[in-house]
């Protein structure tokens, strides 16, 4: 089948591989844009990120002094976390749990699952029927994602 996206929506897909840029780990995770370092904050400690790593949050850390800290799954959590502070309405992640473990695959999918029903996360809540509706699409092999999602397709 063909899947049609209007213009006016922002389609965001996670990539998980490793992709940084040579600067401190706020800017990895905003990617330059602006936002509420609370709320980049916050969202970073929802997907995950250790204490140790989130201490260089209000570093100005360059890339040197953080990066050697992360695992392969803390590169999974950053390209997670820049999406969800970016907030577009449509997310495509291929299994989105593949990386991570038995214990922290139930979080992230009520994490994805907040995104979709809070229209974004760490959103102040009196702007919340204003917002346009978030749609999270995800491959999975787990029966916990079958059991997260809305809709379920079958592709052959």
Not at 38 to 59: E, N, Q, T, W, Y
Not at 128 to 148: D, H, I, S
Request: aromatic residues 8%; contains cysteine; charged residues 25%.
């Amino acid at each position: 089948g063909f899947f049609f996206s209007p213009p006016h929506l922002r389609v965001l897909h996670i990539s998980l591989s490793e992709c940084l840029i040579n600067d401190t780990l706020v800017e990895n995770v905003l990617l330059y844009a602006s936002d509420s370092m609370d709320r980049v904050h916050s969202i970073c400690k929802r997907v995950g990120f250790k204490p140790a790593i989130l201490r260089h949050l209000g570093l100005g850390d360059l890339r040197a002094n953080w990066v050697a800290k992360f695992s392969h799954t803390d590169y999974v959590r950053l390209n997670l976390a820049r999406a969800l502070v970016v907030n577009p309405e449509v997310l495509v992640i291929h299994k989105p749990e593949c990386v991570f473990s038995a214990g922290e695959v139930s979080g992230i999918m009520k994490l994805l699952r907040a995104h979709v029903d809070e229209r974004g996360l760490e959103l102040p809540e009196e702007g919340r029927p204003y917002r346009r509706p978030r749609t999270v699409f995800f491959t999975t092999t787990t029966a916990e994602g079958v059991n997260m999602a809305d809709h379920v397709y079958k592709v052959q």
